[in-house]
């Protein structure tokens, strides 16, 4: 693990313990965790235009008190994502909600997909024994990793929704990827335009999460 990463951990562990208490907080006043990559993290973005920002502001002209931690570390695979679950969870310090959404690095770098379903699968282990109510982040493949490699990545998510019994929204990037006039000049990374519109797609998935007892 580099310098930089270690130092964006531990900032995100020094910001939960502030923001959530043992024990959990009360419903007016609810903690999500965005744990994922550079799309939470919010990759080639000012703060406030990032994913979480964008979130927490969206949720609460709807009318919820919410803080959307980002959890989100550039670069992040599921095996990078599975080393510091555990850790960041292990103190009894709970979310109300965690929006799990890694995956994609793993495609882009053609890990293979049996690797990338079990890290998830552990993840969701780790969040159902310690009883974090979950929404899955879906991802899929690029198209020109092959026709073999998108239909095994693509099921992992869907499966293990079921598996878990966990609201799944099929695709983080849906509606943006492909658009030049919603991603930076990578063609990977949403701009602020593209995370508006991201944010706008997922959030009810989040208030029917947040909702469920």
Same mark, same amino acid.
């Given at each position: /693990? +580099?310098?930089?990463?270690?130092?964006?951990?531990?900032?995100? #562990?020094?910001? #939960?313990?502030?923001?959530?208490?043992? %024990?959990?907080?009360?419903?007016?006043?609810?903690?999500?965790?965005? $744990?994922?990559?550079?799309? @939470?993290?919010?990759?080639?973005?000012?703060?406030?235009?990032? #994913?979480?920002?964008?979130?927490?502001?969206?949720?609460?002209?709807?009318?919820? &008190?919410?803080?959307?931690? +980002?959890? %989100?570390?550039?670069?992040? @695979?599921?095996? %990078?994502?599975?080393?510091?679950?555990?850790?960041?969870?292990? +103190?009894?310090?709970?979310?109300?909600?965690?929006?799990?959404?890694? %995956?994609? +690095?793993?495609?882009?770098?053609?890990?293979?997909?049996? =690797?990338?379903?079990?890290?998830?699968?552990? /993840? /969701?282990?780790?969040?159902?024994?310690?009883?974090?109510?979950?929404?899955?982040?879906? /991802?899929?493949?690029?198209?020109?990793?092959?026709?073999?490699?998108?239909?095994? $990545?693509?099921?992992?998510?869907?499966?293990?929704? *079921?598996?878990? &019994?966990?609201?799944?929204?099929? $695709? $983080?990037?849906?509606?943006?990827?492909?658009?030049?006039?919603?991603?930076?000049?990578?063609? =990977?990374?949403?701009?602020?335009?593209?995370?508006?519109?991201?944010? *706008?797609?997922?959030?009810?998935?989040?208030?029917?999460?947040?909702?469920?007892?």
């Amino acid at each position: /693990m +580099n310098g930089l990463k270690t130092i964006k951990i531990f900032a995100l #562990f020094a910001l #939960f313990l502030a923001m959530k208490p043992p %024990g959990g907080m009360a419903a007016d006043n609810l903690t999500i965790l965005a $744990f994922g990559d550079s799309l @939470t993290a919010g990759y080639g973005l000012a703060a406030d235009q990032g #994913f979480t920002h964008q979130l927490e502001r969206e949720l609460e002209k709807r009318g919820i &008190n919410v803080s959307v931690i +980002n959890g %989100g570390v550039s670069g992040d @695979t599921t095996s %990078g994502g599975l080393s510091r679950l555990e850790w960041l969870l292990g +103190n009894g310090r709970k979310p109300d909600l965690v929006l799990l959404e890694l %995956g994609a +690095n793993d495609a882009l770098r053609g890990i293979r997909p049996e =690797i990338t379903r079990a890290n998830l699968d552990q /993840m /969701m282990r780790i969040l159902d024994k310690t009883a974090v109510k979950t929404l899955i982040m879906g /991802m899929l493949a690029p198209p020109n990793m092959g026709p073999e490699y998108s239909a095994a $990545f693509n099921r992992i998510y869907p499966d293990l929704a *079921q598996k878990y &019994n966990s609201p799944l929204y099929p $695709f $983080f990037l849906d509606g943006v990827a492909g658009s030049p006039a919603l991603n930076q000049r990578d063609g =990977i990374h949403p701009n602020p335009q593209g995370v508006a519109i991201i944010v *706008q797609k997922v959030a009810p998935y989040i208030m029917d999460s947040l909702r469920t007892p």
